[in-house]
């Protein structure tokens, strides 16, 4: 099975994953433990969780992988105060002055170098340094190129021996994407784009125009777009800014060019017209693009990750297309995905392994059920034991209340699937506007997701294709019929972006199922268990101060129903 390998990643959602085999052991975002959103901090506590969760010492690691290496990203090691000043600009924690705005600007120049064998060894004794704080003194660096890192969760997790792997994002290691096939496990690069062609910064420029947070609230630009009505292609001029030529994407201006350009644009129309035409141009070169991949590799199984593609939109675009056979979105398709990436790719190097036991991504914390007593009994609350939580759990869904639901390991990744969730019924519009002004706090164009069971996709779905997407990563049409049942759950479009659940979540799938005995409908609303702008719960404790905060009632922490 070969050594315990430990992925890293520092930047933008650090983490840590423990790669052993073909089994991923644990993997987590330090965001999650240091309650900070999208932390760009050196992932200790996350390394420490890894180490803890598997029985291991620093000691018994030999092998840890680090994604990116760039000039960028190799000054942000060195200088680390420079990349926490980015972190509060960026999510408006304070303004920036015109210096910052000058490094700003730098910072999108610099992004554009690729790494080399410099930045390689500066990345790797910046690490080192790091590393041996934890222990970690006789341990081998290896740095992997940020979108080689994409890749490898995409090809090594889709299931597939041979598929079409594509990685989009803003920039790393001066590519902002990348082409890749894989023919019976072996992964081989066919083509690159620039990071100075790319449609991740570009979408970046519109969030920011749009007065949103670039690099967080993208999928708000996606929802929006909803609320214009459609522009004609002829008449959008975004379509002409960026331009697919086979296998290469091309800007028509430098990357601080465009966002002035975009600007002046968005002076002409309103903002959801913007955002509109935003998404359409997403979609369409996206779309050329897979056909031109498809067309040059003649495969129609197709693996995708990379930050663009958590644009479920898009996703749905690709899946749709008539070459398509199948479409993978690697459920943590963002930078937070790096870490296991940089391990996964290692993994292949050393050990030739090439496919994952992957049936869910519950790879974070558990606690046993001494911690939840524990918590239950000191929360000041009333709290009880129940034997099944997921009936007690379905009658307070049933008669129209909001139950925060904390179960089992931790989910990795974005979205909330059934262990750290907050749920409801799936068709009120009262339930959905007290949890967006009462306890989630978000725009109000912004819709919330249903989690089903899988039998009842083809019913609720009009695009249901029979593979279930267990991982929110994909847009889907409702029925016109179910559109009142669903109503708390789906966009004004009538789409909406499921979780369709299995075997692999038994307690999540016998709450579904207690739902639909006393409703007729197996589909809740389900959405993170956090309040906007924070992470995701991890811990017990993490869940009780959601609880306080809110003033919401009801609580199930494993077997335990807290309530006030």
């Given at each position: 099975?070969?050594?315990?390998?430990?992925?890293?990643?520092?930047?933008?959602?650090?983490?840590?994953?423990?790669?052993?085999?073909?089994?991923?052991?644990?993997?987590?975002?330090?965001?999650?433990?240091?309650?900070?959103?999208?932390?760009?901090?050196?992932?200790?506590?996350?390394?420490?969780?890894?180490?803890?969760?598997a029985g291991l010492t620093p000691q018994d690691i030999s092998t840890v992988a680090v994604s990116t290496y760039?000039?960028?990203?190799?000054?942000?090691?060195?200088?680390?105060?420079?990349?926490?000043?980015?972190?509060?600009?960026?999510?408006?924690?304070?303004?920036?002055?015109?210096?910052?705005?000058?490094?700003?600007?730098?910072?999108?120049?610099?992004?554009?170098?690729?790494?080399?064998?410099?930045?390689?060894?500066?990345?790797?004794?910046?690490?080192?340094?790091?590393?041996?704080?934890?222990?970690?003194?006789?341990?081998?660096?290896?740095?992997?190129?940020?979108?080689?890192?994409?890749?490898?969760?995409?090809?090594?997790?889709?299931?597939?021996?041979?598929?079409?792997?594509?990685?989009?994002?803003?920039?790393?290691?001066?590519?902002?994407?990348?082409?890749?096939?894989?023919?019976?496990?072996?992964?081989?690069?066919?083509?690159?784009?620039?990071?100075?062609?790319?449609?991740?910064?570009?979408?970046?420029?519109?969030?920011?125009?749009?007065?949103?947070?670039?690099?967080?609230?993208?999928?708000?630009?996606?929802?929006?777009?909803?609320?214009?009505?459609?522009?004609?292609?002829?008449?959008?001029?975004?379509?002409?800014?960026?331009?697919?030529?086979?296998?290469?994407?091309?800007?028509?201006?430098?990357?601080?060019?465009?966002?002035?350009?975009?600007?002046?644009?968005?002076?002409?129309?309103?903002?959801?017209?913007?955002?509109?035409?935003?998404?359409?141009?997403?979609?369409?070169?996206?779309?050329?693009?897979?056909?031109?991949?498809?067309?040059?590799?003649?495969?129609?199984?197709?693996?995708?990750?990379?930050?663009?593609?958590?644009?479920?939109?898009?996703?749905?675009?690709?899946?749709?297309?008539?070459?398509?056979?199948?479409?993978?979105?690697?459920?943590?398709?963002?930078?937070?995905?790096?870490?296991?990436?940089?391990?996964?790719?290692?993994?292949?190097l050393k050990n030739n392994v090439t496919a994952y036991t992957f049936h869910d991504v519950y790879w974070g914390?558990?606690?046993?059920?001494?911690?939840?007593?524990?918590?239950?009994?000191?929360?000041g609350f009333h709290y009880r034991f129940c034997e099944h939580p997921e009936q007690e759990a379905a009658d307070?869904?049933?008669?129209?209340?909001?139950?925060?639901?904390?179960?089992?390991?931790?989910?990795?990744?974005?979205?909330?699937?059934?262990?750290?969730?907050?749920?409801?019924?799936?068709?009120?519009?009262?339930?959905?506007?007290?949890?967006?002004?009462?306890?989630?706090?978000?725009?109000?164009?912004?819709?919330?997701?249903?989690?089903?069971?899988?039998?009842?996709?083809?019913?609720?779905?009009?695009?249901?294709?029979?593979?279930?997407?267990?991982?929110?990563?994909?847009?889907?049409?409702?029925?016109?019929?179910?559109?009142?049942?669903?109503?708390?759950?789906?966009?004004?479009?009538?789409?909406?972006?499921?979780?369709?659940?299995?075997?692999?979540?038994?307690?999540?799938?016998?709450?579904?199922?207690?739902?639909?005995?006393?409703?007729?409908?197996?589909?809740?609303?389900?959405?993170?268990?956090?309040?906007?702008?924070?992470?995701?719960?991890?811990?017990?404790?993490?869940?009780?101060?959601?609880?306080?905060?809110?003033?919401?009632?009801?609580?199930?922490?494993?077997?335990?129903?807290?309530?006030?």
């Amino acid at each position: 099975m070969g050594d315990y390998i430990l992925g890293i990643w520092d930047g933008h959602d650090a983490g840590a994953a423990l790669v052993h085999g073909t089994q991923v052991i644990f993997a987590i975002n330090e965001e999650r433990l240091s309650r900070r959103k999208l932390e760009i901090k050196f992932p200790e506590r996350s390394i420490k969780a890894c180490l803890s969760a598997a029985g291991l010492t620093p000691q018994d690691i030999s092998t840890v992988a680090v994604s990116t290496y760039d000039p960028a990203k190799t000054l942000a090691r060195l200088f680390p105060a420079t990349k926490e000043e980015y972190y509060l600009i960026r999510r408006r924690k304070k303004y920036p002055s015109f210096f910052t705005t000058l490094k700003k600007k730098c910072k999108y120049k610099i992004t554009e170098f690729q790494g080399n064998a410099i930045t390689r060894r500066i990345s790797v004794r910046a690490l080192s340094s790091e590393l041996r704080r934890l222990g970690l003194s006789d341990t081998e660096v290896i740095m992997v190129n940020h979108h080689r890192c994409h890749a490898a969760t995409a090809a090594f997790f889709s299931g597939r021996t041979s598929c079409l792997v594509v990685t989009l994002d803003g920039i790393g290691d001066g590519l902002s994407g990348t082409v890749s096939s894989m023919t019976s496990g072996a992964v081989k690069p066919i083509a690159e784009i620039s990071g100075k062609d790319s449609l991740g910064i570009f979408f970046e420029h519109v969030t920011n125009l749009l007065n949103m947070r670039e690099l967080e609230d993208e999928g708000k630009v996606m929802a929006l777009a909803c609320y214009a009505y459609p522009v004609p292609d002829a008449d959008n001029p975004l379509l002409d800014l960026m331009q697919v030529h086979g296998l290469s994407v091309r800007s028509r201006y430098s990357t601080l060019t465009l966002y002035d350009v975009l600007k002046k644009i968005l002076w002409r129309y309103p903002s959801e017209q913007f955002a509109y035409m935003a998404q359409r141009t997403l979609e369409v070169k996206i779309s050329e693009l897979m056909s031109n991949a498809m067309h040059a590799t003649g495969q129609t199984d197709i693996a995708l990750a990379g930050g663009v593609f958590s644009n479920i939109k898009v996703n749905m675009c690709v899946r749709k297309l008539p070459s398509v056979r199948s479409c993978f979105v690697f459920p943590h398709m963002g930078d937070g995905g790096l870490a296991l990436g940089a391990a996964a790719w290692v993994n292949y190097l050393k050990n030739n392994v090439t496919a994952y036991t992957f049936h869910d991504v519950y790879w974070g914390p558990a606690y046993s059920n001494d911690d939840l007593e524990r918590a239950a009994r000191t929360s000041g609350f009333h709290y009880r034991f129940c034997e099944h939580p997921e009936q007690e759990a379905a009658d307070l869904i049933a008669a129209g209340n909001i139950v925060f639901w904390f179960q089992d390991r931790m989910e990795y990744g974005p979205r909330a699937l059934g262990n750290r969730s907050i749920l409801a019924l799936p068709g009120s519009r009262k339930i959905k506007d007290i949890l967006n002004l009462q306890l989630k706090m978000r725009v109000w164009y912004q819709p919330f997701c249903p989690s089903l069971l899988e039998e009842e996709a083809p019913r609720l779905l009009e695009d249901a294709d029979g593979v279930p997407n267990h991982f929110m990563t994909m847009g889907y049409k409702v029925r016109e019929s179910m559109y009142q049942q669903l109503e708390g759950v789906m966009g004004i479009d009538g789409s909406c972006r499921p979780q369709m659940v299995g075997d692999a979540e038994p307690r999540f799938k016998k709450l579904l199922e207690a739902v639909r005995a006393r409703t007729g409908l197996g589909a809740v609303l389900n959405t993170s268990f956090n309040i906007h702008g924070e992470p995701l719960v991890c811990s017990p404790d993490d869940a009780l101060r959601t609880m306080r905060l809110t003033g919401n009632p009801f609580l199930f922490l494993g077997n335990y129903f807290i309530y006030r």
